[in-house]
């Protein structure tokens, strides 16, 4: 089984619409992050969580918000879906042990369409 | 504030032929280094890491990175590339201040042909 998963894969929605995306991990990591993929553009960071009671903003968390409901779920929500958060969005963990310099894992992705 | 350039957005090269794929950084402080590699359809992995230490990094598959503290880079190269090494490479930075944070470039796309 992969050790972060994201629900759903693919999701088309409309204009206005309210989504979330789901993020779960069995790594038993404390960091958790999000982001989104646009061609030509890399991953930017939307948010980023230390522990269940610690989530910052990231660089481009404008029209997002984000729960942290356990160590191992991370969900992100689009309160009022627009066509340009049409993306490809990235969960990923890591862990604490070796300090700043632990690897990201990341999700397999979900891909957003907003009509 | 930290940057990352990925100078080739996209590199066409044949089989069994060397690559090389460009990254530079941006930082006023000390940075640990990363290379992920991105496969069709699927989420990113580590490709390799620099931390400290030596400067040059190998990865189990062959690639190769060097860190150029003068030059600010930390290129990805592979002597001989596969088929199978068709993906996005993805360059990242994370500083040493505790943030935990990664600055991502914009990718560059290998794609080899037969």
């Known amino acids: 089984d992969a050790d972060v998963t994201q629900t759903p894969r693919n999701r088309i929605t409309k204009t206005g619409k309210r989504i979330m995306l789901e993020c779960s991990q069995t790594k038993g990591h404390d960091r958790m992050y999000w982001y989104r993929q646009d061609p030509g553009l890399g991953l930017r960071l939307i948010y980023y969580s230390f522990d269940v009671k610690d989530i910052n903003k990231g660089e481009i968390s404008d029209g997002y918000s984000v729960s942290r409901q356990a160590q191992a779920k991370f969900s992100l929500s689009l309160e009022s879906a627009i066509p340009n958060q049409t993306a490809l969005y990235f969960c990923?963990?890591?862990?604490?042990?070796?300090?700043?310099?632990?690897?990201?894992?990341f999700g397999p992705g979900t891909r957003l369409t907003v009509l | 504030a930290q940057s990352v350039t990925q100078l080739d957005s996209q590199v066409p090269v044949f089989e069994e032929a060397p690559v090389e794929l460009r990254c530079n950084y941006s930082?006023?402080?000390?940075?640990?280094l990363f290379w992920y590699v991105q496969y069709p359809n699927q989420g990113l992995q580590l490709l390799l890491k620099?931390?400290?230490?030596?400067?040059l990094v190998e990865s189990i598959n062959g690639f190769e990175a060097e860190f150029n503290k003068s030059q600010t880079s930390f290129h990805l190269r592979k002597p001989s590339v596969h088929i199978s090494d068709t993906a996005e490479y993805f360059c990242a930075v994370s500083d040493h201040s505790g943030t935990y944070k990664y600055i991502f470039g914009t990718g560059t796309r290998l794609k080899v042909l037969a």
């Open positions: 620099y931390l400290s230490g030596s400067t």
């Open positions: 990923a963990t890591s862990g604490t042990d070796r300090g700043p310099y632990n690897e990201q894992f």
């Open positions: 930082s006023s402080v000390s940075v640990y």
